[in-house]
């Protein structure tokens, strides 16, 4: 079973800056590839970013954060980073980890961790 948790989210003024973190834990030998997903109030939940395990880490964003948003890991700590900048209001939402056989638009999405919250005042 793998479990994923993450940290690093809260409270931030529209431009400023969050990085959030996820921990990828349990009884598995695989290595995963790693995403954000994130859900807003009112909205359906959308993909953000992901990143491959292999191939030097191939990334994927969607376009509303192309730019601002950077994807990273550590496999030696099994850990997923998302570094935030240039924050908006409009993305304010739940921010969900991921992991996966895969990394794509839209995925991996087998794994999720129980989510951050993220809040952009403007």
């Known amino acids: 079973q793998v479990q994923l948790v993450e940290s690093g989210g809260g409270l931030v003024q529209a431009g400023g800056s969050l990085s959030l973190s996820c921990a990828v834990s349990?009884?598995?030998?695989?290595?995963?590839?790693m995403g954000w997903f994130r859900q807003a109030p009112g909205k359906e939940r959308e993909f953000v970013a992901a990143v491959s395990w292999g191939g030097g880490g191939s990334t994927y964003y969607t376009d509303s954060v192309k730019g601002r948003f950077t994807i990273s890991r550590d496999n030696a700590k099994r850990t997923a980073y998302l570094q935030m900048n240039s924050l908006k209001s409009e993305d304010t939402a739940v921010y969900y980890c991921?992991?996966?056989?895969?990394?794509?638009?839209?995925?991996?999405?087998?794994?999720w961790g129980p989510g951050t919250q993220v809040t952009v005042s403007s």
């Open positions: 349990g009884r598995t030998n695989s290595n995963y590839a």
């Open positions: 991921t992991a996966g056989r895969a990394a794509g638009y839209g995925l991996p999405n087998e794994f």
